[in-house]
């Protein structure tokens, strides 16, 4: 019976490391931070997704930075540096936490591979003319 408690101990012992292994990449990250802008006026709250543009040969891990009162940083609580490179990332914006959509904007752009600052300034949405309003 002494076989199966060691047997369990070191399948949780090798699974638990693989966890903590597999949870750092090892792969570097860096900060950003900035100004978030919708059409010049500060984004009240919301994120930004930061993702390696692939298809500018740029892989490396996720990157998040939290917006708020018209600035993000990827320090904020719930953020995690990018890798730096061609990048893509998507601007949303919200009137305040659970509150109206202000913003969804997708934007590139060619990051230094260290701490770094970037204003980010959202165009305004487009409004729909009267035309595509009655067509709908």
């Not at 950003?32 to 997704?49: H, L, M, N, V």
């Not at 919200?94 to 904007?105: I, K």
Request: proline share 9%; glycine share 14%; charged share 20%.
């Amino acid at each position: 019976m002494t076989r199966v408690p060691r047997a369990w101990a070191a399948l949780l012992f090798f699974s638990a490391g693989a966890l903590f292994m597999g949870c750092s990449s090892g792969e570097p990250r860096y900060d950003i931070s900035g100004a978030a802008k919708i059409d010049g006026e500060p984004i009240p709250f919301g994120e930004i997704i930061f993702t390696p543009d692939a298809g500018q040969q740029n892989s490396g891990p996720q990157g998040i930075a939290k917006i708020r009162d018209g600035t993000y940083d990827t320090r904020f609580p719930g953020g995690k540096g990018i890798a730096g490179g061609p990048t893509n990332f998507t601007v949303t914006g919200l009137t305040a936490p659970g509150g109206r959509v202000l913003c969804e904007h997708e934007m590139k752009a060619d990051f230094p591979r260290a701490d770094t600052t970037h204003d980010i300034n959202v165009p305004a949405p487009r409004k729909k003319s009267a035309k595509a309003a009655k067509e709908i």
